[in-house]
């Protein structure tokens, strides 16, 4: 099946430092990717939509210039945490739709942020 | 928009059944999935069911989907230890847009 990776799996990070997750499709491409925070013992909250030549969409309470989105191609988005700090200690997930039509969702295998 | 709810807890013994259950309130979704997550990983699709069906089997998995009462329920036969894990209900409406998940439920199996 479709496969979707996370680069890295885990981070350890200082306070005040910026962490690039990486989350790519590795044999198809998603024009759409979307990026999912998920804090310990909670259901994943959707955080943005990376869209592939345009600019990501946002959710409500997320701040945008904090987390940076960057769909850079068809198989490829990053999402930057740009001066992180211990509260945006989380499990990162992304996850691609395989095709407009079929819409099964593939997520990557996460990513975990640990902010000293 | 979509809202989910599940249980937050389930603890079955091996070899019992178990049935994850779920409600959501928007009929116009497509898809309704099942997903588990194993501690410190990714979510792993276990299985998803067509909105025009009403039951779904896949092995040790059995899907049954009521769409009159928007309830949707997992049920794992003979359940292992291998199977605890939090499982998420997921459903989306418009295709390729993000799914909406319940809060999960951990499942917890008792040896």
């Known amino acids: 099946g479709a496969v979707v990776s996370q680069h890295p799996s885990r981070v350890i990070c200082k306070s005040g430092t910026s962490v690039k997750i990486e989350c790519r499709s590795l044999?198809?491409?998603?024009?759409?990717m979307f990026w999912y925070r998920q804090f310990p013992k909670q259901s994943l909250m959707l955080m943005a939509t990376?869209?592939?030549?345009?600019?990501?969409?946002?959710e409500q309470g997320v701040e945008k210039d904090k987390f940076l989105i960057n769909h850079a191609s068809l198989t490829l988005s990053t999402l930057t945490v740009t001066s992180a700090h211990p509260e945006d200690s989380s499990f990162y997930i992304c996850?691609?739709?395989?095709?407009?039509?079929?819409?099964?969702?593939?997520f990557g295998p996460g990513t975990r942020l640990t902010v000293l | 928009g979509e809202d989910v709810e599940q249980s937050l807890f389930l603890s079955v013994r091996e070899g019992d059944s178990s049935v994850i259950n779920c409600t959501y309130t928007?009929?116009?979704?497509?898809?309704l999935y099942w997903y588990k997550q194993e501690p410190g990983a990714g979510l792993q699709l276990l299985t998803y069911?067509?909105?025009?069906?009403d039951m779904k089997q896949d092995q040790r998995l059995t899907v049954l989907l009521n769409k009159k009462d928007k309830h949707l329920s997992l049920r794992i036969a003979d359940t292992q230890t291998g199977d605890s894990a939090i499982y998420f209900c997921?459903?989306?409406?418009?295709?390729?847009?993000?799914?909406?998940f319940g809060k999960g439920t951990r499942l917890s199996v008792i040896a």
């Open positions: 928007d009929s116009s979704s497509t898809y």
């Open positions: 990376s869209n592939e030549g345009s600019k990501a969409t946002y």
């Open positions: 069911i067509f909105s025009n069906m």
């Open positions: 044999d198809f491409q998603a024009t759409t």
């Open positions: 997921a459903g989306e409406a418009p295709p390729n847009t993000p799914l909406v």
């Open positions: 996850s691609a739709p395989r095709d407009y039509s079929y819409n099964e969702q593939f």
